[in-house]
């Protein structure tokens, strides 16, 4: 798994260099997007609600009104938990060197003890992110399309970089899904903001 950072040409470009920078641009171009997201409240809570209805109709009602107090702050520190900045240098994705890390990328912050503890709150909080996780999980294949069509040919300006970028995720798109979603811990984070 991941790439050797051992420089390799092909036609003149480092390719290990043009998969890191390519890696960091899509990376950055999803976190940039999640942001924007997670100052719209009722997206989260909606997108949470929606997965409800694949629950026995009998738990459906308590999941959706759960859903629906899950406080935005949950998905920040889900943000905030992914750490966007370092996943192409994760040792599991090792498209980029350890030290080629960003500083200066737009860290999520995570509002710790924000909420009161609730028990109900706990469990709505700790089955919306399980519940996002296995989705995202189940849909990685579904999302690396997504971003090979609206990140690669809308977001890099010559063929030739849309290119690879496709053939990146074609190749590593799934691993950088599931390692993100593996950073994340439903208790953990439910816990930080204080429902738990």
Do not use: W
Not at 38 to 44: I, V
Not at 55 to 80: D, F, G, I, M, W
Not at 85 to 113: G, K
Not at 139 to 144: H, P
Request: charged share 15%.
């Amino acid at each position: 798994e991941g790439v050797s950072n051992e420089a390799f040409t092909l036609a003149g470009v480092d390719v290990g260099e043009a998969l890191c920078s390519t890696c960091k641009k899509v990376v950055r171009t999803v976190d940039q997007v999640l942001r924007l997201n997670a100052t719209k409240q009722e997206l989260f809570q909606s997108a949470t609600a929606r997965l409800c209805s694949f629950l026995p109709e009998a738990e459906q009602t308590a999941c959706t009104v759960l859903s629906k107090r899950t406080n935005p702050a949950v998905y920040q520190c889900v943000l905030h938990a992914v750490g966007a900045q370092t996943i192409c240098s994760d040792a599991r994705v090792s498209l980029c060197p350890a030290t080629n890390v960003e500083a200066n990328s737009a860290a999520h912050h995570c509002p710790e003890h924000s909420l009161q503890s609730d028990p109900q709150l706990c469990a709505g909080c700790e089955f919306s992110i399980g519940a996002l996780q296995l989705y995202m999980n189940h849909s990685a294949a579904s999302l690396v399309r997504a971003f090979q069509r609206d990140i690669c040919l809308e977001h890099f300006e010559t063929g030739t970089e849309a290119a690879v970028c496709s053939e990146m995720l074609s190749l590593f798109g799934g691993l950088l899904v599931k390692t993100a979603i593996s950073r994340i811990d439903a208790g953990g984070i439910c816990c930080k903001v204080g429902v738990c």
